[in-house]
């Protein structure tokens, strides 16, 4: 197999070189390079021979660098080829909830084992093969992030359309004993995967032993595009409440016996079955924040820690900051601080209902731009508008619906302003202050649908 070359860096190793844009790369240290994960593996070494080619005849060329310097290639796509996509059609799954109309992109779904390295996304392993698992062993590729659902083979054939689903649990079994590190998401399903289901699939995953990281569990999100698809029912306060107490049982087997609690439930389960978020310590290094493990008492200490060291406003100022109804009664909390602490400023948190996704969906990452224009328009909003920008996409000022924050800005009258989900970020966008990038952090940025449900 070869790979066509884009662009050569200016000054890189493969300019000095003479490789050219348009060379085909056949292989390096004689081994194919078929995509990204064997070009930065292979690029690694120490001593290199290229085997390129240019205009139908082959050259090399052979090299000596610095272990870990790139070489200065760039190709077509990132990954140098292809997506991979799901091949399942799982009874839960967001993306087939989705109304019509909408960005092609976001109907896309993706299961690369690639993008769960390189960005942290989760695959099925429906869609890999004894190879690729050889290959991830070889390079050890860690960690992978796993989306199990259940460890039931015949289950989850089931919750997944896919009559492989079960067989290809080979596979994480494979991965574990090859020391490769696993993080596991299960979305649960009232009635299905839950219960003695997700005893089950606890039990099972424990024997994976300390390859095993953490276990995320997240509620089924779901839409009122759901015309034909599985008969699923939302979690309730009690249902939840029993979710929560399986896991929060298996977490303190893990603590007691491995010294890390490693299974968590998101904090939509803590908030549909009305309990406190736990403490911070409750979430160790908190391993699935991007699942939205913690994420809310993560944001909380962040926020304190910065109104440590608050200077006030001198001049009165007022903001209104949109929510999702989810998280409203705790965030709401947070913030009393901060209005106590400055009696000059205002802050009005704003719980807005996603009539868009049905009223079933009531997280802040999946607010859309005409649901915020719905419960905003006519209202005091004050000197600003700050959106989080967990409800953009990803480097785009662009809501789900594709509302742009400028269009959101013309309708409601007033400026409108994004901040990065951080408790730093939302302080200073508070404030009115500019905080630096780099402070910031948005796990959800890279998440794929699925994470998000």
């Known amino acids: 197999m070869s790979v066509k070359i884009k662009g050569v860096k200016q000054g890189g190793r493969a300019q000095a070189l003479g490789i050219l844009p348009g060379d085909m790369l056949l292989s390096i240290n004689s081994q194919e390079v078929t995509d990204v994960l064997d070009y930065r593996f292979l690029e690694t070494e120490r001593e290199l021979k290229l085997r390129l080619s240019r205009g139908g005849g082959e050259y090399f060329v052979e090299l000596h660098k610095p272990q870990y310097a790139e070489l200065g290639l760039e190709f077509e796509t990132y990954l140098m080829d292809k997506e991979h996509s799901c091949r399942n059609k799982c009874i839960f799954c967001f993306i087939d909830q989705l109304p019509g109309g909408m960005r092609e992109t976001l109907y896309f779904k993706d299961d690369d084992d690639r993008l769960s390295f390189l960005f942290g996304n989760y695959i099925t392993l429906t869609n890999i093969n004894d190879r690729e698992i050889d290959r991830i062993l070889k390079m050890r590729i860690s960690p992978i992030n796993v989306s199990v659902h259940t460890m039931d083979p015949e289950l989850r054939c089931k919750m997944m359309n896919n009559r492989f689903a079960g067989e290809s649990l080979r596979h994480l079994y494979r991965l574990a004993q090859g020391g490769v590190k696993l993080n596991c998401q299960i979305v649960l399903c009232p009635g299905i995967n839950d219960g003695p289901a997700l005893e089950y699939s606890l039990e099972k995953l424990y024997e994976l032993g300390e390859s095993l990281l953490s276990v995320a569990c997240v509620p089924v999100g779901l839409t009122r595009y759901r015309e034909g698809l599985y008969p699923l029912e939302p979690y309730t306060e009690k249902t939840a409440g029993a979710v929560l107490d399986i896991?929060?049982?298996?977490?303190?087997?893990?603590?007691?016996?491995?010294?890390?609690?490693?299974?968590?439930?998101?904090?939509?389960?803590?908030?549909?079955?009305?309990?406190?978020?736990?403490?911070?310590?409750?979430?160790?290094?908190?391993?699935?924040?991007?699942?939205?493990?913690?994420?809310?008492?993560?944001?909380?200490?962040?926020?304190?820690?910065?109104?440590?060291?608050?200077?006030?406003?001198?001049?009165?100022?007022?903001?209104?900051?949109?929510?999702?109804?989810?998280?409203?009664?705790?965030?709401?909390?947070?913030?009393?601080?901060?209005?106590?602490?400055?009696?000059?400023l205002t802050v009005d948190l704003v719980s807005i209902h996603n009539d868009f996704f049905g009223g079933t969906v009531n997280i802040t990452g999946l607010l859309t731009g005409q649901d915020i224009v719905k419960t905003l328009k006519g209202r005091e909003l004050g000197d600003e508008v700050l959106i989080v920008s967990n409800m953009l996409r990803a480097d785009e000022d662009v809501f789900l619906d594709d509302m742009t924050l400028t269009e959101l800005s013309k309708t409601l009258g007033v400026p409108v302003r994004k901040f990065l989900n951080s408790g730093e970020a939302m302080l200073g966008a508070i404030l009115g202050r500019e905080i630096p990038e780099a402070a910031n952090h948005n796990p959800y940025e890279q998440g794929s649908w699925e994470s998000s449900r």
């Open 247 to 344: 896991l929060e049982r298996y977490g303190e087997k893990f603590l007691r016996e491995r010294g890390s609690r490693t299974v968590y439930a998101s904090d939509e389960f803590y908030l549909l079955a009305g309990r406190p978020i736990p403490p911070l310590e409750f979430y160790e290094d908190f391993p699935q924040i991007e699942n939205g493990v913690g994420m809310l008492r993560n944001l909380e200490d962040e926020f304190c820690w910065a109104m440590e060291e608050l200077v006030p406003p001198e001049k009165p100022r007022r903001v209104t900051v949109p929510t999702g109804e989810c998280g409203y009664g705790f965030l709401n909390s947070m913030l009393d601080g901060l209005r106590e602490k400055c009696h000059n």
